[in-house]
């Protein structure tokens, strides 16, 4: 199993780009979610997912959409990219129920200029 | 809402000294407690967990961290640093609600081991 795996690992954009994160699970786990980490604030929670067809919005969600079209993927979406979006973006996935911990995946740092 | 307070930011430790790392948290029952850790460059790996049972918790890699309900906390220890040991841990907590899913986490302690 390659566990979760995220594409880009790397990237930088303009203000004002859009740009999709890529996330991928093959563990057949139904949650997912996505965090931001910044510098001494650990990690927040942007949006997740219960599953297939289901989204919600975790901490600090605006200026990123969601879809789970597929219990697989789960893309992040900037749909206009701005400085404070700078940041290292984590994927993760678990199964359901509270019990089972999170596998992270190995990130995407993304700057914006 | 649930919170966790990690108080040291950085903390220095020369290879084969004791480590111990603070984790406070705020929750209104007894929560589900994790520590991670995320070395230079890569994702997080899940060191322990705590859902009930014995405070007192084994791990990988040699760390052990126990629950201590009274005082709010879930401290991080390891006997013997190893240089291997440097990177950030983070402390989490999830809820344990119907979906409990959803994990908050510390801001993180960067741990540097010196020769």
Redesign the interface.
């Known amino acids: 199993n390659a566990g979760?795996t995220q594409t880009p690992k790397f990237q930088v954009l303009k203000t004002g780009q859009s740009m999709t994160l890529q996330c991928a699970q093959d563990m057949n786990h139904e949650?997912m979610?996505w965090?931001r980490q910044d510098p001494?604030?650990?990690?927040?929670?942007i949006h997740?997912s219960?599953g297939a067809g289901i989204t919600d919005q975790?901490e600090v969600p605006n200026g990123y959409n969601v879809s789970r079209s597929t219990t697989e993927d789960f893309p992040l979406r900037l749909l206009s990219a701005a400085p404070s979006q700078t940041s290292v973006y984590?994927c993760?996935s678990?199964g359901?129920?509270?019990?089972y911990?999170?596998y992270?995946?190995?990130?995407t740092r993304l700057t914006v200029t | 809402a649930q919170s966790v307070t990690q108080p040291d930011i950085h903390i220095t430790v020369s290879e084969g000294a004791s480590l111990e790392l603070r984790c406070n948290y705020s929750y209104g029952a007894t929560p589900y407690l994790f520590w991670y850790v995320q070395s230079p460059g890569q994702g997080l790996q899940l060191l322990l967990k705590y859902f009930s049972g014995d405070t007192l918790v084994q791990g990988i890699k040699g760390f052990e961290a126990e629950f201590k309900r009274s005082q709010s906390s879930f401290n991080l220890r390891k006997p013997s640093v190893h240089w291997s040991d440097a990177a950030e841990y983070f402390c989490a907590v999830g809820a344990r609600e119907a979906a409990g899913n959803k994990l908050t986490f510390g801001g993180g302690t960067r741990v540097l081991v010196k020769p």
């Open positions: 979760v949650y979610s965090y001494g604030m650990g990690l927040r929670l997740y219960v975790g984590f993760a678990k359901a129920g509270a019990i911990e999170q992270f995946g190995p990130g």
